[in-house]
């Protein structure tokens, strides 16, 4: 992909933002297995993660004031991560701006779907990769939401409703994930193989 001369730029760093995603899972997996706290990590790096998504929604959205807007959220963002994690959420997941992350990401998302209505052309959606990243973000944000945005306040829960609650966020990622992938696959061209019968 990155030799195709119209690949948008959000899609040439959409690779390096999914390997530092996996290296992020390998390094929390290897702190829980020895009992050391991951929360810190995965602050920063969810953190990063919603300006990350902010940034793609910004190349893929039209309107210049959205766009604009859209700087400015991810200017803010971080900064109100900073202040609840020292004031209000110290030592715990921050769940309130993780909360804001997700609102943030949804409505951009709906306003790029606004716009792709909007629009008086038609647009091929199977081979709009914006497309697939936005349905995506929409559908795990929405979904994961409710359960990540509580989940502080889950821990006294029964185990088993705590591990469905995780098979659940599981579902979700893979569900994203798999998105993505048709993000990129969709814009490549596959040859039809002729069989001689």
């Excluded at 990540?148 to 994203?176: D, E, K, S, T």
Aim: hydrophobic share 55%; with cysteine; glycine share 4%.
């Amino acid at each position: 992909m990155f030799f195709q001369a119209s690949l948008p730029r959000y899609l040439k760093t959409f690779p390096f933002f999914l390997l530092l995603t996996i290296i992020i899972e390998i390094i929390g997996d290897l702190l829980v297995k020895r009992k050391i706290d991951s929360i810190p990590m995965y602050n920063i790096f969810t953190t990063f993660e919603f300006i990350f998504y902010l940034y793609i929604l910004r190349r893929i959205i039209y309107n210049v004031r959205v766009k604009k807007l859209i700087v400015l959220l991810m200017a803010i963002y971080p900064v109100l991560v900073l202040i609840n994690m020292l004031f209000f959420q110290e030592n715990t997941f921050h769940t309130n701006t993780y909360s804001l992350g997700c609102l943030l990401i949804v409505g951009a998302c709906i306003y790029y779907f606004y716009e792709i209505f909007q629009t008086t052309h038609s647009v091929n959606l199977v081979k709009e990769p914006a497309f697939w990243i936005c349905s995506g973000l929409l559908f795990f944000y929405t979904c994961s939401f409710p359960l990540v945005g509580l989940w502080n306040h889950l821990y006294g829960l029964p185990r088993i409703i705590l591990l469905n609650l995780n098979a659940v966020l599981q579902i979700l990622n893979i569900l994203l994930y798999s998105l993505f992938s048709i993000a990129f696959l969709c814009r490549v061209r596959f040859r039809k193989i002729r069989t001689v019968l």
